[in-house]
């Protein structure tokens, strides 16, 4: 291989190199698969939801005349659902407590990754995904599904922003995915839209008919309106 044959070689080689660094520099999101978790989600909600109408059937049964089930009976027998209610709620809360704990270790671990300001990771557009102005000397970034706000000068992601409603769902990693931030006051559960939570008759309470893309239910002891995209409750009505 004669001079210029080398040289054209070690050109084309440093082009390649050139060419691929800002593919390598990428902030590659982990493969997404909610599948099991959204089941799991699924199962407790029907477990609690199977205890709330066996509740009910017994209440309505102790009504029935000739039933032949005695005031002390009926409260007995709703005391021993309403136990049983409570210990899958503290199991499942103590579940919930262990998940939340995976997403804690997971965002306090994205203050460490770098994002280059030519990654496909950064967020040109954020009033897309109504995202307040951001400071001078940073920009928005997505990644591992969190809307994180990134150092110019370093590189460094320097905030990792609470989950809103809002945000997109498709870029979650495996894993617990982390709840929308919502006031305290707000009870933090799913509610399918198929769950016996709804209320699918709001006029028989005087509610209005919810706003297009929300719907009412029954969650701890209040109604709320629920985000249909989320299943996350997103407001407190009133005491229900």
């Known amino acids: ?143 591992d599904g969190r809307f994180v706000i990134v150092d110019a000068t370093s590189e460094l992601v320097e905030q990792v922003l609470p989950v809103q409603p809002t945000d997109p769902a498709a870029d979650f990693p495996a894993g617990p995915r982390p709840l929308p931030w919502v006031d305290m006051g707000l009870p933090l559960r799913r509610v399918a839209p198929t769950s016996v939570l709804v209320i699918t008759n709001p006029a028989s309470l005087a509610l209005p008919g919810p706003p297009a893309g929300q719907y009412y239910a029954r969650v701890d002891g209040k109604i709320v309106l629920v985000d249909a995209r989320t299943e996350m409750p997103v407001k407190v009505i009133r005491a229900g």
């Open 1 to 143: 291989m004669d001079y210029i044959d080398r040289m054209k070689l070690c050109l084309a080689l440093a082009c390649l190199v050139a060419s691929a660094a800002p593919a390598f520099a990428q902030v590659q999101p982990l493969p997404r698969f909610e599948g099991l978790e959204m089941q799991i989600e699924r199962e407790e909600q029907r477990q609690l939801d199977q205890i709330e109408q066996n509740r009910q059937r017994e209440r309505d049964r102790a009504l029935l005349p000739g039933s032949g089930v005695s005031g002390a009976d009926a409260a007995l027998r709703d005391m021993e659902l309403r136990r049983e209610q409570d210990r899958l709620m503290l199991q499942l809360e103590l579940d919930r407590m262990r998940q939340q704990r995976e997403r804690d270790l997971a965002a306090n671990a994205l203050p460490n990754t770098r994002v280059p300001a030519f990654s496909s990771a950064v967020v040109t557009n954020p009033e897309a995904y109504i995202l307040p102005p951001i400071p001078p000397g940073k920009y928005y970034a997505r990644v």
